[in-house]
């Protein structure tokens, strides 16, 4: 008789540590319940003081599975920890679709990308004693063109040891063809320069959604799970709303609705139908 396969084990990753203190309290909740076993900080947000940091290594602590890795960010309405970052809209980062424009149109400095990853890597190591277990970017900037050659190059150098993230779909689902598409077809160029560099990536990506609607999140996490593979990512965005967080991002009330599923019943009978696992 066939012994029954094990359940497939997934990084579930809850984005954005160190934004606002309300999406810190909701990550550090559902680590500390087992509900996530991922989450990336954003070392430029201003919620990244000792007690913040501290509060992640105790939830993590007590859920050694959690993998904790950087958020690199490059987009406004954050700011460089490099004095002489560029290019730069009033001493901010670039919105974001002017940073993948200029990528595109090759008007990004690799060198001067390279010189701020480094930065927020050493800010990191220096905030949790080590290096990160993973490394991936806000809004996907690490795929962007101009941006992923120095972005695998600093990981390699500052931490040899990390995963990346890579955003190609396993199937599509949730989100917008057009965008969907871009999406993969820059995951596609970055998977193939990883590998080059001898650098890991997930084996697959799933999470994105349409965030100017308000669908039923789980409806979206049962179509996520179906058929990820083993290794797959889940990314999510767990939080409470506060006056930081709509001071700096448009995606708030979704934050809540993620938090109250993900920390609800609903979830570990959906993750065990699907026979997938967190451990």
Known sequence: MNEAAPPRRIWLCADDYGISPGVNRAICDLIGRGRLNATSVMVVGPATGRDDIGALQS???????????????????????????????????LPFAKLLRAGLLRRLDPEIIHAELMVQLSTFSEMFGRAPDFVDGHQHAQLFPGVREPFLAAVKQAAPGAWVRQGGRHQPAGLGPLKALVLDILSAQFRRRAAQADIACNSGFAGAYDFTRRPDFGALMAQFLEGLPEGGLIMCHPGFVDDTLVSLDPLTDHREHEHAFLGGEDFPRLLAANKVTLG
């Open 59 to 93: 939830a993590a602590a007590g859920s050694p599975r959690c993998a904790i890795g950087l958020h690199v960010t490059l987009t406004a309405p954050f700011r460089p920890l490099t004095m002489h970052f560029r290019p730069a809209d009033g001493g901010m980062f």
